[in-house]
T-cell receptor
Framework: AQSVTQLGSHVSVSEGALVLLRCNYSSSVPPYLFWYVQYPNQGLQLLLKYTTGATLVKGINGFEAEFKKSETSFHLTKPSAHMSDAAEYFCAVSDLPPQGGSEKLVFGKGTKLTVNP | DADVTQTPRNRITKTGKRIMLECSQTKGHDRMYWYRQDPGLGLRLIYYSFDVKDINKGEISDGYSVSRQAQAKFSLSLESAIPNQTALYFC????????????FGSGTQLSVL
């Protein structure tokens, strides 16, 4: 069975600083990996996903994540934080491809990002 | 208008009451889901439906039931609410194909006293 561990339930950065949100996964088969973001009082929305191919994945709002099989990691980064990035971020893993496997998504517990002026 | 609409946005009820949370979508998706979110626990899947006649239990279905009234409507019921069902509930939809992803509603905050 798959699982996801997000290191750090709360991360605080200054505006303009690097954002690094950590995610490690466990999967017995090649994983499909996702990052979702939840802004205050909203539902989750997809930031980016890794399926196959290029291990560096670019998403919306300047975020990117790199799949590292040897480290079983899929950390989310953004070079320069903006106040509008303040939200909760969820890493998720599935053992089924995105086209037809959303019910198999396993979510991490979330990391709340605070951006200080 | 939102693609995935949940009603109500907030609900306070008492232990033992029957509660229904409703979800409707305009995305034309066949697949619909109900999740609950608890602080520090992430999202957990309660039920999912691939079409009107196909309903499946998720990770934490005990104490819940669902009804898929139409392609666009998927309701979640708590037959006899208990305090540990206090949570934020999300409905989501997804299509199929290479661009499949979950589209979430804004959530229903349910408090059971």
């Amino acid at each position: 069975a798959q699982s996801v561990t997000q290191l750090g339930s709360h991360v605080s950065v200054s505006e303009g600083a690097l954002v690094l949100l950590r995610c490690n996964y466990s999967s017995s088969v090649p994983p499909y990996l996702f990052w979702y973001v939840q802004y205050p009082n909203q539902g989750l929305q997809l930031l980016l996903k890794y399926t196959t191919g290029a291990t560096l994945v670019k998403g919306i709002n300047g975020f990117e994540a790199e799949f590292k099989k040897s480290e079983t990691s899929f950390h989310l980064t953004k070079p320069s934080a903006h106040m509008s990035d303040a939200a909760e971020y969820f890493c998720a893993v599935s053992d089924l491809p995105p086209q037809g496997g959303s019910e198999k998504l396993v979510f991490g517990k979330g990391t709340k990002l605070t951006v200080n002026p | 208008d939102a693609d995935v609409t949940q009603t109500p946005r907030n609900r306070i009820t008492k232990t033992g009451k029957r509660i229904m949370l409703e979800c409707s979508q305009t995305k034309g998706h066949d697949r619909m889901y109900w999740y609950r979110q608890d602080p520090g626990l992430g999202l957990r899947l309660i039920y999912y439906s691939f079409d009107v006649k196909d309903i499946n239990k998720g990770e934490i279905s005990d104490g819940y039931s669902v009804s898929r009234q139409a392609q666009a409507k998927f309701s979640l019921s708590l037959e006899s609410a208990i305090p540990n069902q206090t949570a934020l509930y999300f409905c989501a939809t997804s299509g199929t194909g290479d661009n499949e992803k979950l589209f979430f509603g804004s959530g229903t905050q349910l408090s059971v006293l």
